[in-house]
């Protein structure tokens, strides 16, 4: 989206930047054309730092923690510096996350500012509250407030908010009360770049999942699945391969590459070869929000796709013809089952799927909705 915008427009990314990533930002003149690095480095999850962090948020803080991590004196120094030079027409805030550094100190910037809300942050903490037990329950039910509030104030002190699907705008709108939502990005996805998985050669019985492994949402999805599922699917097929692709798993995701068939693959730098040899994709989401960008990925790849309805929450997508929707364990199991057995209708579903992603979602499309709403906002 970004490469498209700067075929019009001067772009500038302004990002936090862990001192080993830095390496990965070479390639940031492809979609800018200047590039602001601001140092920053994550804390350990379960260190001793972490849980030192954790308390003094809960003690004198009440922000949501992960919001309150982002925090970053030098990042919120440069936009102030940008906002008060007028160097750009719009800041676009993409996530709701680097928001904490917009209007730090009580600082209100002067440029106009475009919030893109890739999900209803406060929904993905309502849910996690929801299906938590013991002291998560407890702890999650504190952030899930603390999220509601801040979403909210963040949310209307902004000139605009942009959501990506017709659902979280209507959420945004009903939930936290907002007047200035201007309306849903749709998904795009570059379909001729996955198209080179329709020929690869697959591996037999395979499946795959796609995702950040330190977000919370897809750390809940492969727990359920790899105990609840993976062991039904196991028995039926005894040679299955289940691959979890995706950045900085957590030390319980590795935990689960112990059981025989599962793969962590960690960062990857190229996610293509892992689905053009999988014969199914799954997204077993109960928690989450926005639209998942993995389920087109993997349609634009010829995948046959098993999701549960809160994965596919916010796709136009219609169960049977080009995904499957299950949201219990044996349903679940059932239709990957159906799947693995039948290469015909794998072939079948997964073109569809390519089809319908290559005919309605690409990026340019994309690109031009949300450029019409940077101009609303600028107006």
Known sequence: MLRALRAHHHVTFLALCPPEQRQATEKAGEYSDAQVWVDWQETAKRSALFFAELGTNLL????????????SAEMAKLIRHYDITREFDLIICDFLTPSINLFANGWWTKSPVLLFQHNVESLIWKRLYQTASGLKKIYF???????????????????????VSEEDTALLRSELGLTNVLGAVPTGVDAAGFSSCHSAKKKSKSLIFLGSMDWMPN?????????????????????????????????????????????????????????????????????????????????AAGLPIVSTRIGAEGLPVRDGENIFLADTPEITAEKISFLLEQPKLRHTMGTSAARFVAENYSWESATRRLEEYCHQVIK
Do not use: H
Request: with cysteine; net charge positive.
């Open 141 to 163: 039910r504190d952030q899930w407030k603390r999220m509601v509030a801040f979403e909210r104030k963040v949310c209307a002190s902004v000139s605009g908010v942009v959501a």
């Open 219 to 299: 750390i809940d999805a492969m727990r359920w699945f790899c105990y609840e599922i993976f062991p039904r699917l196991k028995k039926r097929f005894p040679d299955l391969t289940l691959s979890i692709v995706g950045r900085n798993p957590t030390a319980e995701i590795k935990q689960l590459s112990k059981t025989s068939g599962i793969e962590i693959t960690g960062t990857v730098d190229d996610v293509k070869p892992y689905m053009g040899e999988a014969e199914v994709m799954i997204v077993p989401l109960r928690v989450g929000g926005g639209t998942r960008v993995k389920i087109f990925e993997g349609m």
């Open 60 to 71: 004198l803080s009440n922000l949501p923690y992960v919001i309150s991590k982002y925090r």
